[in-house]
């Protein structure tokens, strides 16, 4: 039998990453996928293709509805919907093509073909061999969460898998869940045209993100879009018909429910980890209420060797989340101290403006009794959002009331996923609000506008303001 200092299940963010990182640090690492192409759900049908698209169809956007006020006249637009998930299929196909690229360069073993336990060393790939793992990372990741009333025929009533290459733009879509993914697609077609409803159950859009950010959210996706979104209401029901998909739809706190006429239903109610065939009690493991395989602050589960990470265990679903979870796994099993803090881990929604978050929200601080004090700056008073004629958005910085600590920072703005790193390097190496005030940012950037907020959060005021 082949034996491997670690055997990873799942070549997603979290399985590929750990994989190359503990083969750098000298380990024999086997790598098992199921699918025929590495990656798992970020790169083939998450985080790559859905950006790409976003990417697409806000080009297409700005094209018809903001390139006069540059003095750019465009005299017919036209979109080609195939050439544009064509686009995106070449972007995934490299991608994934780096992964299998760098899986040669690191001398990691990759098998193909279903992983299950055998025992709590062994894992048998369908297809293929057994083998032995001194250590074994289960990174097996998430599926779509479905409703019991609403089932997904991928063709109608669809989840972001097919959303991603639909064999047209949709003259009508619903959209049941407001959250991330139900943000980011409806962008993806508000902009090419489509007819939007979103039903979500909250009294809000994005939960867990800050209320302001999800607030100016709702006012892009129906100012910008027309999108109708129904806060505080349920999908109940859907039929298909002759003239498309009728959902029924009820407000939450009770009341009659009316039916919607759709085109079709995207279902994004969130995901859930997924452990399917896995045959965890061979390895002697279960899972949680929740589906989740237990694990410690170490991300070891019930089983001292066996080590759980990324979509499948706690914590947020996000990719670069799942990637620091194998990282530090790596690192442990080298003999290396890594740290692991989720509070530092970044959320961003990639619509335009772009929505991103670190640390504490306001939310959060309240329900602590924490008191906090808010430095906030909109992007209007900032000299490089107006040259961009992009002055929608704002900085808010959060910090300790008594020690003036970083404790979070929210953005919503032009180029925010990349602007936040800021707030996460702050929050890592404990910067105060003074100190990001302090950092000498370019001029002129949209990141000065971390500087004000800071400065306004520390002293109550900002510079230009
Ligand atoms: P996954 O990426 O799900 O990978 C798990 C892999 O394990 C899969 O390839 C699966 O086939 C394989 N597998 C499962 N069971 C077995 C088995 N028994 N044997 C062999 N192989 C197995 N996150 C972000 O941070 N940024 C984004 O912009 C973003 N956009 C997203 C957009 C969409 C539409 C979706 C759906 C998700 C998005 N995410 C994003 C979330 C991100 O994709 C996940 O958090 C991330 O992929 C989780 O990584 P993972 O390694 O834990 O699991
Ligand atoms: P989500 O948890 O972000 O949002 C689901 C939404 O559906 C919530 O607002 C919830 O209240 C609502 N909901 C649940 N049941 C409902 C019902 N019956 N009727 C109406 N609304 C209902 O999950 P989502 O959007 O499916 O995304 C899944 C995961 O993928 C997220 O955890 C996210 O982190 C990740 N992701 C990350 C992205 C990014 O980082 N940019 C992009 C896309 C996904």
């Known amino acids: 039998m082949e034996r491997y200092d670690l055997v990873i299940i799942g070549s997603g963010p979290g399985g590929y990453v750990a994989a190359i990182r503990a083969a750098q ?5 086997a790598l098992i996928e199921k699918y025929p192409a590495l990656g798992g759900t970020c790169l083939n049908v998450g985080c790559i293709p859905s950006k790409a698209l976003l990417d697409s169809s806000e080009k297409f956007y700005d094209a018809a509805k903001h390139f006069s006020d540059h003095g750019i006249e465009t005299e017919k637009l036209t979109l080609n919907w195939q050439k544009m998930v064509a686009r995106k299929d070449q972007v995934v196909k490299q991608t994934v093509g780096g992964v299998e690229y760098l899986m040669k360069k690191n001398k990691i073993a990759v098998f193909h073909g279903h992983g299950r336990f055998v025992s709590a060393n062994e894992i048998a790939v369908e297809g293929g061999p057994t083998l032995y793992g001194r250590n074994i990372l289960i990174a097996t990741g998430s599926k779509p969460s479905a409703l019991p009333t609403i089932p997904i025929d991928k063709k109608r009533i669809i989840t972001s898998t097919e959303a991603l290459s639909l064999p047209e733009v949709p003259r009508r879509l619903l959209i049941i869940g407001g959250g991330v993914i139900g943000v980011e697609m409806a962008s993806i077609f508000g902009r090419l045209g489509t007819e939007l409803v979103i039903v979500e159950f909250l009294d809000r859009l994005l939960p867990g993100m800050d209320a302001d950010a999800a607030e100016e959210t709702r006012r892009i996706l129906t100012t910008d879009y027309g999108a109708k979104i129904l806060l505080g209401h349920a999908a109940q029901s859907v039929e298909i018909g002759n003239r498309g998909v009728v959902v029924h739809v009820a407000p939450r706190a009770g009341g009659e429910s009316f039916p919607i006429e759709t085109d079709y239903v995207l279902v994004a109610v969130g995901r859930r980890p997924y452990t399917e065939g896995l045959d965890l009690e061979k390895a002697g493991l279960t899972v949680d209420e929740r589906g989740r395989i237990p694990v410690n602050d170490h991300l070891q589960t019930a089983i001292p060797h066996i080590f759980a990470i990324g979509d499948v265990i706690r914590g947020p679903m996000l990719a670069h989340k799942a990637s620091e979870d194998g990282v530090y796994v790596a690192e442990r099993l080298a003999g290396r101290k890594p740290h692991l803090d989720y509070r530092q881990i970044p959320s961003v929604v990639y619509i335009w403006p772009e929505i991103a978050g670190v640390g504490y929200t306001e939310e ?31 900085v808010k910085v959060i910090a300790d009331a008594k020690t003036d600590m970083l404790l979070g920072m929210h953005i919503v703005g032009a180029r ?45 005021s900002a510079i230009h303001l």
């Open 25 to 29: 640090l000298h380990l024999s690492v």
């Open 364 to 394: 959060e601080l309240q329900k602590e009794g924490r008191p906090y004090r808010v430095g906030k700056f909109p992007y209007r008073a900032s000299g490089r959002a107006r040259a961009a004629h992009d002055t929608r958005g704002f």
């Open 416 to 460: 925010a996923a990349d602007t936040i790193a800021v707030g996460v390097a702050g929050l890592a190496y404990g910067a105060s609000a003074e100190d990001i005030f302090r950092l000498p940012l370019a001029h002129p950037t949209f990141s000065e506008a971390l500087k004000e907020a800071a400065l306004s959060a520390s002293e109550g």
